[in-house]
């Protein structure tokens, strides 16, 4: 855990620049999905707040810590307030005038939008890795503009095959939770969250190699994401306990800015900055243990060695000082 950390400080130039390429493209999207769906998103979020949604989430945690939660009332309350925002939401004015087409446009923008920060994956990894055999940085548009082909083609493997992934999560978690609630209640959700972040984790590690070989060997995108998915099963324990620790920091900011920041403004900013900062720590673990697998020597930290384009560009200052 400690390589991978000097390395993401080592790189915070690369940091701000995907962070800032990320918090445009959310921005864009936003936009987009204004423009499409109206005043849709102004409506949901009248319903949140007319309904107390945040309040109920809020005292119900506060109730379970202090030890004074009722199941029964829960139960009640919470069907109640699943009723009450049905109806409400049956009252909204949905574009296109078919609810179906909002849905499927909706998940189409979802899409886009993660495929398109995918896309600044590759130039980001390919800093890392310039960073770890040579010590050297080149600039980020570079790597971006240069790595455009390979980078579609890793965003629509990735997509095709972890998107899929994805749902079935999903889909199995909500079908878990719906299938024992009667027999225990509100603590269904315990070990549903549980398992939806165990197979969460599972499916990052198994795609842990794939962007690093993707990266680093000079092969076809396909032929080295097979290699990745196949040279994980080698270092798999070792990789997922480290990104489980990441990803239960991930949940527990998340949970904090979404429950306890009421300004939203606030709340969005502590939702995304912290996760973009800790996907990109995510990379840096990936990597190293992708150099490790491979027994590579590499630089996780700013090194001043004879022969490497750092000092030769330091002996040039000094030169033209003189």
Same mark, same amino acid.
């Given at each position: 855990?400690?390589?991978?950390?000097?390395?993401?400080?080592?790189?915070?130039?690369?940091?701000?620049?995907?962070?800032?390429?990320?918090? &445009?493209? &959310?921005? &864009?999207?936003?936009?987009?999905?204004?423009?499409?769906?109206?005043?849709?998103?102004?409506?949901?979020?009248?319903?949140?707040?007319?309904?107390?949604?945040?309040?109920?989430?809020?005292?119900?945690?506060?109730?379970?810590?202090?030890?004074?939660?009722?199941?029964?009332?829960?139960?009640?309350?919470?069907?109640?307030?699943?009723? @009450?925002?049905? %109806?409400?939401?049956?009252?909204?004015?949905?574009?296109?005038?078919?609810? @179906?087409?909002?849905?499927? !446009?909706?998940?189409?923008?979802?899409?886009?939008?993660?495929?398109?920060?995918?896309?600044?994956?590759?130039?980001?990894?390919? %800093?890392? /890795?310039?960073?770890?055999?040579?010590?050297?940085?080149?600039?980020?548009?570079?790597?971006?503009?240069?790595? %455009?082909?390979?980078?579609? %083609?890793?965003?629509?493997?990735?997509?095709?095959?972890?998107?899929?992934?994805?749902?079935? !999560?999903?889909?199995?978690?909500?079908?878990?939770?719906?299938?024992?609630?009667?027999?225990?209640?509100?603590?269904?959700?315990?070990?549903?969250?549980? !398992?939806?972040?165990?197979?969460?984790?599972?499916?990052?590690?198994?795609?842990?190699?794939?962007?690093?070989?993707?990266?680093?060997?000079?092969?076809?995108?396909?032929?080295?994401?097979?290699?990745?998915?196949?040279?994980?099963? &080698?270092?798999?324990?070792?990789?997922?306990?480290?990104?489980?620790?990441?990803?239960?920091?991930?949940?527990?900011?998340?949970?904090?800015?979404?429950?306890?920041?009421?300004?939203?403004?606030?709340?969005? !900013?502590?939702?995304?900055?912290?996760?973009?900062?800790?996907?990109?720590?995510?990379?840096?673990?990936?990597?190293? /243990?992708?150099?490790?697998?491979?027994?590579?020597?590499?630089?996780?930290?700013?090194?001043?060695?004879?022969?490497?384009?750092?000092?030769?560009?330091?002996?040039?200052?000094?030169?033209?000082?003189?």
């Amino acid at each position: 855990m400690i390589k991978p950390l000097r390395l993401a400080s080592a790189n915070w130039k690369v940091l701000l620049k995907t962070i800032l390429y990320q918090a &445009l493209l &959310l921005a &864009l999207i936003v936009a987009l999905g204004s423009l499409i769906f109206g005043n849709v998103f102004d409506e949901v979020v009248h319903i949140v707040r007319d309904n107390n949604i945040k309040d109920f989430l809020y005292d119900t945690v506060n109730s379970i810590f202090s030890a004074e939660f009722d199941s029964e009332q829960f139960a009640v309350e919470f069907s109640e307030l699943i009723s @009450t925002v049905k %109806q409400s939401i049956t009252s909204v004015d949905v574009p296109w005038g078919n609810v @179906t087409l909002s849905y499927l !446009i909706f998940v189409f923008i979802f899409t886009l939008y993660r495929m398109l920060v995918s896309l600044s994956d590759v130039a980001c990894e390919c %800093q890392l /890795e310039e960073f770890m055999t040579s010590n050297a940085e080149r600039p980020f548009i570079w790597f971006f503009v240069k790595k %455009q082909g390979r980078a579609w %083609q890793f965003v629509l493997l990735q997509t095709a095959l972890v998107l899929p992934l994805d749902v079935l !999560i999903i889909a199995g978690c909500v079908g878990f939770y719906l299938t024992f609630l009667i027999a225990f209640n509100w603590w269904t959700i315990i070990p549903v969250a549980i !398992i939806a972040l165990l197979f969460y984790v599972i499916r990052q590690t198994l795609f842990a190699f794939c962007l690093p070989s993707v990266v680093c060997e000079n092969m076809s995108t396909r032929q080295a994401f097979k290699l990745g998915l196949s040279k994980i099963m &080698l270092r798999f324990w070792r990789v997922f306990w480290k990104i489980l620790i990441v990803v239960c920091l991930m949940a527990v900011v998340s949970v904090v800015s979404i429950m306890f920041i009421d300004n939203p403004i606030a709340s969005t !900013i502590t939702l995304t900055v912290p996760n973009f900062v800790f996907f990109f720590y995510l990379k840096c673990i990936n990597i190293v /243990e992708y150099f490790q697998a491979d027994n590579r020597p590499y630089f996780y930290k700013r090194v001043d060695v004879v022969g490497t384009e750092r000092h030769s560009r330091k002996l040039a200052r000094q030169r033209s000082k003189r």
